[in-house]
């Protein structure tokens, strides 16, 4: 389950955001772009991460995870396509093998929401 390791290298990842802010923000929602060629289960990597942030600084941040579909693109056809993941990877109209991923392989943190945390 290699959703576990993605998920210790995002809470690390956020953490070093986090420790560079003067005022420590009260984290609400993290947003992932996550590629359908990456082969990682949202599933998994939401329960990843409800777990290993328990009792931390992102303890009851929402993770939304965005699907970026597979685009890939034919050099001999000149188009872009969608591969059916799994099962038929190359040019839908000429067979070419697929070369050129245009999308789908993204694994990345698109945007952090917080608000500052006010003294009681």
């Given amino acids: 389950m ?4 993605m998920t210790k290298a995002l809470i690390m990842t956020i ?3 986090f420790d560079q802010q003067v005022e420590k923000p009260q984290i609400t ?7 359908q060629f990456t082969c990682v ?5 939401q329960f990843a ?8 600084f992102l303890n009851g941040a929402e993770l939304v995870i965005k699907d970026v579909p597979l685009v890939a693109y034919c050099h001999t056809c000149q188009t872009e396509y969608s591969p ?3 099962l038929q990877y190359s040019c839908p109209t000429c067979r070419s093998p ?5 999308s789908g392989r ?7 929401e917080h608000h500052q945390c006010t003294p009681a």
């Fill in 49 to 56: 991460f409800e777990v290993q942030t328990k009792q931390t």
């Fill in 106 to 112: 993204e694994l990345k943190i698109d945007r952090i």
């Fill in 2 to 5: 290699h959703e576990t390791d």
């Fill in 84 to 86: 059916e993941i799994g």
């Fill in 98 to 102: 697929m070369d050129d991923i245009r």
């Fill in 15 to 17: 953490q070093d955001w």
């Fill in 41 to 45: 289960e949202p599933v998994s990597l």
């Fill in 29 to 35: 929602k993290i947003h992932l772009l996550v590629g």
